[in-house]
């Protein structure tokens, strides 16, 4: 179970990573569909390549991963095009605390698809998680009735897709363990989101630097899904998002290497009162992690 948190940690760390690569593309380009598009683009590709290494005939002879597979895909397509819409509102390290909201939501949804009942230290765990991710976020900035309808849609279409993860790596049946199934899925998932976004083609006209401007993001995503899916199948969706909530912690040390970089562009200055404030809620929301943790062993 060690392996499959520290798995889970990475995919945080190169989730708020990519947050800060959307971040950039939509305060140049001021688009969030080309981004979801040219991104998706790369992501296709790579796992087109992947694919070959992965699959094997079992997989095409199997359809059990269909319905999974949709599930995961749209609730992703959704979630993506929200966050996008969402970061014209919200800077990107207030967004990635903010997605540990996510944590009821998923827990909600898990209740009613699979009945599954969380103990009572689970559910202290998740609230103290939400509480951080509000405790870190809260700067005297009012989130408008518009970007907190995006990130509610945001919120729901990640949940739904992270219990179509599970469900996909769980039926995937590549027959080579968990690591080839998580990959497995990935390659499948992608590729076939990929399928799903190419009819912008014809509404967009190709521009070699808008793929090279999604490419870092598109890169940093996929990557950080290799190592998500493993975590989701191994731990749970619920689990896999209670480490996943680091992601507030992980944005507090990014944020303040940026702002003391000098990218006040990517990043809203704020004074030194609100980093502290960051800085507990990011220890409070470890305390929520080691929690859980303990609760779900």
């Known amino acids: 179970m060690v392996t499959s948190i520290v ?20 305060l140049r380009f001021r688009n969030p569909l080309l981004l979801l598009f ?21 997989t095409w002879h199997s359809t059990r991963w269909i319905g999974p597979l949709v599930v995961c895909n749209c609730g ?9 819409r969402t970061l014209r509102e919200i800077e990107a390290s207030r967004l990635s605390s ?23 230290w689970q559910w202290a765990a998740i609230v103290i998680c939400a509480a951080a991710a509000l ?60 399928v799903m976004v190419l009819p912008m083609a014809w509404r967009l006209r190709f521009r070699r630097r808008l793929l090279m401007a999604a ?9 950080a899904m290799l190592f998500l899916f493993f975590c989701f199948g191994a731990l749970g ?5 209670i480490l996943q909530s ?22 809203q200055s704020v004074p030194g009162s609100v980093w502290l404030r960051r800085g507990g809620a990011a220890l409070l929301m470890a305390g929520g992690i080691v929690l859980f943790s303990w609760a779900h062993s």
């Open 135 to 194: 405790m870190m976020n809260w700067s005297g900035v009012r989130i408008s009735w518009r970007a907190g309808g995006w990130l509610f849609l945001c919120l729901i279409g990640y949940s739904v897709s992270d219990i179509g993860v599970r469900e996909l790596v769980v039926t995937v049946g590549s027959g080579g363990g968990m690591v080839r199934d998580s990959l497995t899925a990935v390659a499948l998932s992608y590729f076939f989101l990929g």
């Open 246 to 267: 680091s992601r507030g912690m992980i944005s507090v040390v990014l944020s303040l290497l940026l702002a003391r970089a000098g990218y006040g562009m990517l990043e």
């Open 7 to 26: 798995i889970g940690l990475i995919a945080a760390f190169l989730q708020s990573c990519s947050y800060l690569f959307s971040r950039r593309f939509i």
């Open 38 to 58: 040219y991104s998706q683009m790369v992501m296709s590709v790579l796992a087109l390549a992947l694919m070959p290494l992965v699959t094997t005939s079992a």
């Open 76 to 84: 992703a397509l959704v979630g993506q095009v929200c966050f996008f």
């Open 98 to 120: 903010l997605l540990g909201l996510k944590l009821p939501v998923l827990a909600f949804l898990c209740f009613l698809y699979y009945g599954s009942v969380l103990n009572g």
């Open 237 to 241: 969706a619920v689990f896999g998002n």
């Open 215 to 223: 490419a870092p993001f598109g890169i940093c995503w996929f990557v």
